[in-house]
């Protein structure tokens, strides 16, 4: 049994699901490209939370570096560490 639904039907329905839910809808073209597409989306979470992690290792470890620090004296620049 065939039904004569009209495409724009069931893109306003999946439109209406994606904001209601908020949860879009993806369409990835085939199998392959589908599971590429889930890998990356699901990893990116957990190779986020590397990087930030790796960022608090290297801020914890970092020497502190005395920056110069420059004076206006008698009307000229001088530096002072």
Not at 3 to 25: D, E, K, M, Q, V
Not at 49 to 59: D, I, Y
Request: charged share 25%.
């Amino acid at each position: 049994m065939q039904r004569r639904i009209h495409p724009n039907a069931i893109l306003g329905t999946l439109a209406a699901w994606s904001r209601r839910y908020r949860h879009p809808i993806l369409f990835a073209g085939n199998d392959r490209l589908a599971a590429e597409f889930a890998l990356r989306f699901l990893c990116q979470p957990f190779r986020e939370a590397q990087r930030l992690l790796a960022a608090s290792r290297r801020a914890a470890v970092r020497p502190q570096i005395k920056l110069p620090i420059w004076q206006l004296e008698n009307q000229t620049l001088k530096m002072r560490v």
